[in-house]
Each structure stands twice: as structure tokens, then as C-alpha cells.
């Protein structure tokens, strides 16, 4: 079977050619639709598509620019362009990139199928192609490493197609890196999507070549923010070893930095060992990252890699992640919604993370803190506002009188009513 990827801003036009074309018969499945260039981008490396299917003209990213980010990243992927009779002079452009076939958009179905079952020769017809084959490779490992560090499901499936990619891991121990790449310099625009793909690729390419040792084996995969590191150690690699690579690590980065003329900003997670346990250096990797950015102005000067060890227990890392989240409650306690998993949510770290901190600095829990808040909001409205009891606690955050004057009272020790002719006498 081959994978086809529908792309149409035209959710009825998407619906209709899935739907109304006997794919499966004709040895095609539909992996996925997209409504635009750059969804269908972020679907790549998931669905793994033989074949898009892909009109013209379209929001965020039209189908050129598509073809173009498909051509330099996946040239093993083919391209079918649905076209308008006004869109001829935009097709022309794709002369430029292979494009492989033309197909009228209002066509009958049966010439959409016959152009796709047409690519799908074509790429049949070039599996034999050096680089092809080479970049469908790539494409094969990045994925695996996704479902390794991301989405881990079965040791024995991966296992399966760790053998198949020729991939032979020194030990079960592994710690993740998470690289974000920015810009090029103050000046220059956004890096266009693919542009970042195709960056990153090269970035990990040249990491992946300087630090890979007979004690350290380094991975990269793409993922859809930014380019991350599995790095996996021998069993029996001393603390000290382990610091070595992260020092090299930092110089690897500062080479890169001056390369390639791009900022480089780096979180890494625990080392843990068993392929089950790699999320969790990922998730860690992550929020250090995350975290990083709070921290930049206490950072030493130049220092790409932040890791998660140096945050769990710094009062300094703490205080910045307690300054925005008691901020963030400030600003939004009249929202009835406001918890725990919000807030987390907000500040890129995890409840059970955010929850402890909260309880080791403020001395109580976050609810019973929010809960405070919003009483004492609450004292301050009955006290200089003649707002009616329901109004006010509609403005701080309790969709139901009753249970506001219940917890009013529980920590006041008064009724709201009561409350404002005491504050007021």
C-alpha cells in the first residue's frame, strides 16, 4: 500500500476526495488530510507519506511553498498539485522541483486516482535511488526515536525496528536534550518552518558526528518545536564522565553558535535507564528549557544548556517559577476555571511539580491559597463598592453565591453581608 496525504483548505473538497475515490482498492491509504502547506509539514514525520495530493492556493502555506519544503526535506515524497484553470502560471514554478503530476481540481475522480496511481509508480520506480533511499531512512529513524522518546509503547516492536534501522544502543540508560534553534540574527525574520526543519537536521547531523564516543552514543530526532538529543551512556559511566560530555556539550554548542550564525537554547533532562522511563527525561528536558528563559538574567553569560538537575534544587530556579505562578493567579483569580493543571499548563512544568514547590514556599496548599485570594479580592469589593453579594462573586471566580458565601465565611468568619456593615461602621 502506499500512504497519501489529502491537502485542501476546503473541508468539503478534503471530505470528498477521501471519501468518494476507491483508494484502498487501487493499493493507496489515506494516512491523513490538512488544510494547509504547514499542517501537512507538522504530519510528515508521523503519517509518512508516499504521495501528497495537494491544491494551489491555500492559507499559511500554498501548495509551492509545500512542494518546496517536501522537495529539500523528503525528495523521496511525491507531489500531485491539484490546479485551477487561473493557477497554470503557479504550477510552472513546480517545473523547478519535479513536481510529478498535474491534475485538474474539479476533475472527475477518476483522473485524481490515475495521477496519484501514476506518482505512485514513479516512486515505486525510484526506491533504487541513492539519496532517496537515504533521506526515506532519516525519515524511518526520526520517527523511531519519536516513538522511543514520546510515545513508547511495546520493548519488543522497537526493539523489531531498531534491528531493521541497524540501530545498536551500548546500554538501557539515556538522558534527552531538548534544542531550541532561533534566529539567525536580530535583524533577519522567522525562520520559515521548513527552513527550521532542514536547520535542525543539519545541526543534529554535526553534533550527532562530535560527540558521539565508544562510552557515549548520541541520537537526534526532529520533532515539531525543537530538534532533541537521545543520548545514550555506557551502564558504568562514572559522574564524572557523565559531566565531561555535558561540558562537551556546551562547547559543541558554541561551535554550532558560530557555524551556522544561529541561537542555540538547550534543556536536559535526568539520566534514567529502561526505554520506559526516556519520557520522563524528555518531560524534564522540557520544562528546563521552559525554565530556562525565566532564568536568563541569572545565568552565566553565554551559557547555552540548562539542566534539569541544576533546577529541581535551586532557590533560584523555585522563586522564578513561584513569581509567575502567584502573578498568573493574581491576574486571573476571577476566572472560575483557574486550577492547578492551568497553571501548570501556563509555566510549561507539571502539576505535581508545580504543586510541591507551592506547598514548600508558601507554606499551603494551591487551592487553599487561590481559595484566600479570592476572599480577600472579595473583602476588598464588599468594603468599597456597593456590588451586589452575586456580582461579586462572579468577579471572583464563584459562579454560585451559596458556595461563595460558604467559603466566605469559613475564613472570615463572617457572612459577606455581615462582613461589609462591620468593614463599613
Not at 558560530?258 to 539520566?271: D, K, N
Request: include cysteine; charged fraction near 25%; aromatic fraction near 10%.
Amino acid at each position: 500500500m502506499h500512504k497519501l496525504l489529502i491537502v485542501d483548505d476546503d473541508q468539503i473538497i478534503r471530505a470528498g476526495m477521501k471519501q468518494n475515490i476507491n483508494w484502498e482498492e487501487n493499493g493507496i491509504e489515506v494516512v491523513g488530510t490538512a488544510s494547509n502547506g504547514r499542517e501537512c509539514l507538522e504530519m510528515i514525520p508521523s503519517s509518512l507519506p508516499d504521495i501528497i495530493l495537494t491544491d494551489i492556493k491555500m492559507p499559511f502555506m500554498d501548495g509551492i511553498e509545500l512542494m518546496e519544503a517536501v522537495y529539500r526535506l523528503y525528495p523521496h515524497i511525491k507531489v500531485v498539485l491539484l490546479t485551477a484553470y487561473g493557477d497554470f502560471k503557479y504550477a510552472q514554478m513546480a517545473l523547478n522541483y519535479k513536481v510529478c503530476q498535474y491534475v485538474m481540481k474539479y476533475e472527475h475522480n477518476s483522473e485524481v486516482l490515475g495521477a496519484v496511481l501514476k506518482a505512485a509508480k514513479e516512486s515505486d520506480d525510484q526506491k533504487d535511488n541513492v539519496e532517496i533511499v537515504k533521506r526515506g531512512r532519516k525519515l524511518l529513524e526520526n520517527k523511531f526515536f519519536y516513538d522511543l522518546v514520546v510515545n513508547f509503547q511495546n520493548d519488543d516492536e522497537l526493539g523489531e525496528r531498531a534491528k531493521r534501522l541497524n540501530i545498536r544502543f551500548i546500554s538501557s540508560a539515556f538522558c534527552v536534550v531538548c534544542i531550541d534553534v532561533g534566529k539567525r540574527s536580530e535583524r533577519e525574520a522567522e525562520i520559515l518552518l521548513w527552513q527550521k526543519k532542514q536547520l535542525c537536521e543539519k545541526i543534529g547531523e554535526l553534533l550527532q558526528s562530535r560527540l558521539s564516543l565508544p562510552n557515549v552514543q548520541v541520537y537526534y530526532f526532529v520533532g515539531d518545536i525543537y530538534l532533541n538529543l537521545v543520548v545514550n551512556f555506557a551502564e558504568r559511566l562514572s559522574e564524572s564522565e557523565q559531566e565531561a560530555f555535558f561540558v562537551q556539550l556546551e562547547q559543541a554548542f558554541s561551535l554550532v553558535r558560530e557555524t551556522q550564525s544561529v541561537t542555540l537554547s538547550a534543556g536536559a533532562g535526568s539520566l534514567y535507564k529502561g526505554y520506559s522511563n526516556i519520557l520522563k527525561s524528555y518531560t524534564e528536558a522540557t520544562q528546563a528549557l521552559e525554565m530556562k528563559s525565566m532564568l536568563e538574567s541569572r545565568l552565566q553569560e553565554g551559557k547555552n544548556l540548562i539542566r534539569f538537575e541544576e533546577l529541581k534544587n535551586s532557590s533560584v530556579s523555585h522563586a522564578a517559577v513561584l513569581r509567575q505562578v502567584l502573578s498568573f493567579m493574581d491576574s486571573n483569580y476571577h476566572q472560575e476555571d483557574l486550577s492547578l493543571n492551568r497553571i501548570a499548563e501556563e509555566v510549561h512544568l507539571t502539576p505535581s511539580y508545580i504543586s510541591t514547590l507551592f506547598k514548600k514556599y508558601q507554606g499551603v496548599n494551591l487551592s487553599d491559597y487561590l481559595m484566600e485570594l479570592r476572599v480577600k479580592k472579595a473583602m476588598s469589593l464588599l468594603a468599597e463598592t456597593d456590588l451586589k453579594t452575586y456580582e461579586i462573586s462572579e468577579k471572583v471566580g464563584y459562579s454560585n453565591p451559596q458556595y461563595f458565601s460558604v467559603v466566605f465565611k469559613r475564613i472570615t468568619g463572617s457572612a459577606p453581608g455581615e462582613y461589609r456593615k462591620i468593614s463599613r461602621a
